[in-house]
């Protein structure tokens, strides 16, 4: 059989890589698209932000609904039906999933399934699942095969250890469930697996929850979720986990002291990810990873070897999935002889938790930690109209300023919707936008939004939603 050739090929179907296949057909490119799994849409469409999304979504209506007791509306106890909840999860799935095959088909980019690996500097090999391989000769090639859960050496082979996918599976409501692991996945599936029913504990290894975030917004949440979860362990550290009939027995250590083991139904596994580029024969084409298993890349997503770009997971922090859209649109830009690069002052990060944390730009933990001089305006939701309306006042809006320019330099929010709220914060940030700037964009009323624009306002002194503050006029 006659090798094929593409122009460009791109390696993984995840959001970044199917952007990056469909940009560059849009530039008139002969475009391949490689995908191992069955479905495109990578991790985050099809195991990942999408499915969670679909069962927080869920699960936060019918905890709003139970919450309008306070309101003057009763409901009966929800009838929670998990095959149905399920259903609906992979039908928004499957909705995304047949899109993105339509689109590639509208666009002309051909989509193999298979294993891909390098056999030289402009060739590869691609082995589908039955074992049948497929040759192809590429001009430029794009790498967005994306990360995979790390694993714990120690943890045994059982059903009831899960990782997020099999988490998002929905398989089963535990009656206890352990996460190891308080960051933003492991919180987004307490979260869920609380709001089901189950008792949820969390062992973290280091001070806090959620790295990244501001303390002073885990606070907020904290306040929040202190009597929803079970017990938090932090600076906790997970040593063994046996597998018996009756549970799964786990024993931690804090500092030094080792303690009882503890029963649980199911424990997940997040304590993070690795970027998947073992097995791709990147020796072939002249790349190695270091030692984290990244591969190291320019503002143009380009490789040490030239013709060669990688974008997404595989290209380091932060492991998002609109970074790598953005990151596959350069890549297939840059290949195609345009002039374009990832130049960008934010790349916001959410947890879809409730409340939800959402942050952008500078924090004050980074600013503090580099040195960098700031100033902040807090905007309290006790003061917002529409917080107070929808019985959610637990969130504040907070953003930060140069102390000359008085330019945004950064902001988070904690709070109901707190990730479609971020969206202004950050394209103030992108803009150069300063505190006038969106203190005199006049925002809705009453809106969550407008919260933004008071903190600006409280910034420049001519807020009157709350109490005068001195020296500001």
């Excluded at 017990?231 to 027995?249: G, S």
């Excluded at 649109?329 to 002052?345: I, K, P, T, Y």
């Excluded at 959402?358 to 902040?376: I, N, S």
């Excluded at 709070?415 to 992108?430: F, K, Y």
Aim: glycine share 12%; net charge negative; proline share 5%.
């Amino acid at each position: 059989m006659e090798m094929e050739k593409y122009e460009v090929v791109v390696i993984g179907a995840g959001p970044g890589g199917y952007a990056a296949a469909f940009r560059s057909a849009d530039l008139g490119r002969r475009t391949l698209l490689i995908e191992r799994d069955p479905m495109l849409g990578g991790v985050c469409l099809n195991v990942g932000c999408i499915p969670s999304k679909s069962l927080l979504h869920a699960l936060a209506v019918k905890d709003a609904a139970l919450d309008l007791a306070e309101h003057g509306i009763r409901f009966s106890a929800p009838a929670l039906d998990l095959d149905a909840l399920r259903g609906w999860k992979e039908s928004v799935v499957a909705k995304l999933t047949g899109g993105l095959g339509r689109m590639a088909k509208q666009r002309q980019v051909m989509v193999w399934n298979g294993q891909a690996r390098f056999t030289g500097t402009h060739g590869l090999a691609v082995t589908d699942s039955i074992g049948q391989v497929r040759e192809v000769e590429f001009g430029q090639v794009i790498v967005a095969t994306g990360s995979s859960p790390i694993t714990l050496p120690f943890v045994p082979d059982d059903p009831r250890i899960w990782d997020s996918t099999a988490a998002l599976a929905l398989r089963e409501i535990p009656k206890r469930l352990l996460i190891i692991g308080g960051g933003i996945i492991g919180l987004e599936m307490a979260t869920v697996y609380t709001s089901l029913g189950a008792v949820v504990d969390i062992v973290e290894m280091s001070a806090g929850l959620m790295p990244g975030a501001d303390r002073d917004l885990l606070r907020v949440w904290e306040k929040r979720n202190g009597g929803r979860l079970g017990q938090i362990h932090l600076k906790t550290r997970v040593t063994a986990i046996e597998a018996r009939h009756d549970a799964l027995w786990v024993t931690w250590m804090v500092g030094e002291e080792v303690g009882d083991p503890t029963p649980y139904d199911a424990v997940l596994v997040a304590v993070g990810r690795v970027p998947n580029t073992r097995n791709l024969g990147l020796e072939q084409v002249g790349l190695a990873p270091d030692a984290r298993g990244f591969l190291t890349v320019d503002r143009q997503q380009r490789t040490a070897v030239a013709h060669v770009f990688a974008i997404g997971d595989v290209v380091g922090q932060p492991m998002l999935a609109h970074k790598a859209t953005h990151e596959g649109h350069v890549a297939a830009e840059v290949a195609a002889g345009l002039a374009s690069g990832m130049d960008v002052r934010q790349i916001p990060s959410v947890a879809y938790t409730d409340p939800e944390v959402a942050w952008c730009g500078l924090t004050e933990t980074a600013a503090e930690a580099a040195g960098t001089p700031y100033e902040k305006a807090v905007f309290p939701w006790l003061a917002s109209g529409r917080a107070l309306a929808n019985g959610r006042t637990d969130g504040v809006t907070k953003l930060l300023f140069d102390p000359e320019s008085h330019r945004i330099l950064g902001g988070a929010i904690v709070g109901l919707n707190a990730g479609d709220l971020i969206g202004e914060v950050a394209l103030a940030v992108e803009m150069g936008a300063d505190a006038t700037d969106v203190a005199r964009t006049i925002h809705p009323h009453p809106t969550l939004i407008e919260s933004v624009g008071l903190a600006a306002e409280l910034f420049e002194g001519v807020c009157t939603d709350l109490p005068p503050l001195r020296g500001k006029s």
